[in-house]
Each structure stands twice: as C-alpha cells, then as structure tokens.
C-alpha cells in the first residue's frame, strides 16, 4: 500500500498524541478525559481496564462492594450447610505470576504466618477457613507444604470478580446473604478482616 504525505503527516500526528483515538469513563459510565483518567489511577483506588468496545478504557474501583448470588457461590464450593448456618467466605485470588508476586516475601515463615493470620480471621468472623483458588498455577510453588492452591472452578470467581489480571492477587469476602467486599491487586492482609467486619 502507497502511503500519501499527507496520510503519513496524519499519522504522525496521531503518534504524537497519545491517548487520541481513546474514549475513557470512569467508574459510572461518565465519559472523562485522559488527565482526570491518568489522575484517578495515579492519586486513587483504581485501576484502567479495556471497554468492552475497541478504543475504550474505564475505571475499575479497587474495592468493590455489593451483592451476590451468594447460595449459587456456596452451592459451586459444596457448602450447603456453611450457607445455611451464615458462614462468610473468604476467597484468595491468584491471577497467575506477574512482576509483583514474584518477588518480594518468599520466605516460607512469612507464608506460613500469613495463612496462619487467615485462619485466625476464619475463626474470629465464624467463617469458612480461606479458599486459594487460581487462574494460573505458574508461581505457586513457593507455597508448597504451606496452603493447598486449587483451579478457579469453571473460572467462576474470575467471572464474578477478577476478570482482568489484577496485579499480585485479590481477595474477596462473600456472605451468604449476598454481601461482598474486597480489594483488586495487592493488598495488606489486615483488610481481610477489616471487609470481614463490613459485610
């Protein structure tokens, strides 16, 4: 294909612009411009993820919040009886190895006493002990002989939760009256219980 002067002047105007092209919204649907977009990622609790069309990027809350299909959820873990008796979940989010969990705490005693720390949670909300469940197993190895790590199943809490790779892991917290909470990409384990406390 001949390309013209003036196609490649537009093109070169296009590259000198980033962004142009682009449509951003933020996390109700309002269209915003790129500053307000890069700004909300940068000074808040956001993530940027693609639209479902092409050209479009929106925010995603960090902390999400809201209600659930919690006994289709409970049903799925074979926990007909934890939903009867209003036992919370907590499930452990692993999206696969990326550059922020595969470094950092690999030290087997500080995995140890995170997941231990986990079961105290589990104890203190009368909740059922941590779910690990994973996209991609690549990195787990570290937990070997520590916590048991199982496939997402039918990728049921990517659908419902993490459909796009967060960076480090996610959690959420579910009860069975359909509350949620969690938190998208890395984050202190203290907030478990502190979305445990809210639901």
Request: hydrophobic share 35%; with cysteine.
């Amino acid at each position: 294909m001949k390309i013209t002067l003036p196609f490649f002047f537009f093109l070169s105007f296009l590259a000198a612009f980033p962004g142009f092209g682009q449509t951003y919204y933020n996390e109700s649907g309002k269209r915003i411009t790129l500053e307000d977009y890069e700004d909300k990622i940068l000074n808040g609790p956001y993530f940027g993820v693609p639209g479902e069309e092409e050209g479009v990027m929106k925010l995603v809350h960090r902390m999400p919040a809201g209600l659930v299909d919690a006994k289709l959820i409970y049903q799925k873990l074979g926990l007909e009886e934890e939903f009867r008796t209003g036992k919370p979940l907590i499930v452990i989010y692993y999206p696969g190895k990326d550059e922020c969990n595969s470094t950092g705490f690999n030290d087997p005693a500080y995995l140890r006493n995170k997941h231990k720390t986990l079961l105290k949670y589990a104890e203190k909300h009368d909740a059922v002990p941590p779910f690990y469940f994973y996209k991609n197993p690549h990195g787990l190895e570290k937990y070997q002989g520590i916590q048991e790590w199982k496939a997402d199943p039918d990728g049921l809490f990517e659908k419902q939760f993490f459909p796009f790779h967060y960076p480090c892991g996610s959690f959420v917290v579910i009860s069975p009256k359909g509350n949620y909470r969690g938190i998208l990409g890395e984050y202190p384990i203290s907030q478990i219980d502190v979305a445990l406390k809210k639901l």
